[in-house]
């Protein structure tokens, strides 16, 4: 298991701050006895939503997504294949997107999902975004082991009860799910 810190984090000038207290990066971990590596990781926040070069937090969005790619590529040329899930706060249908597919070779196990997987409105707090967009995904590369995704789904989508009289969303963001053959 290896942990590394994104190199370009927020700054006190604006709500990207907190990153530099949570030190977002990319978890990896090799499975036992498998050409398997599993990565997970959160992209600094971006509450406008806005995927364009002129929005201020674009550049930090843009560097952790090239690092991103940078560490699949790395693990990805030892022959293993990677499965790198996470909120990566870039749209689908951005040139961020684009690019982290492009450079890594990479697939989105739910391309064919359109809806988005964070919703601004189903948790009250202060740091909402301006919209609902698809950020969440699960990506993953293969060699010649030719992992294939045999299903793909989202979850925690509807409210649940939290108390006997009470029903709430769990998580501003729902799950996503892809089951792998191997």
Known sequence: IL????AHLGNVQDISFYTLLIRNGVLICKLKDSPLIVMTTHLVTDFEFDWSPENKLYEIV?????????????????????????DFNMAKNSKLYTQFLETTKATDALGHHTSPTYYKNHLPYPFKSKRSARIDFIFYTTTEQQITVTESKHFFDQKLPISYTQKSYLSDHIGIQATFGL
Do not use: L
């Not at 843009?62 to 996470?86: L, M, P, S, Y």
């Open 62 to 86: 843009a560097d952790q997504v090239k690092q991103a790619a940078e560490t699949v590529n790395e693990f990805g040329r030892k022959g293993t294949d990677i499965i790198i899930t996470g």
């Open 3 to 6: 942990y590394r810190n994104y």
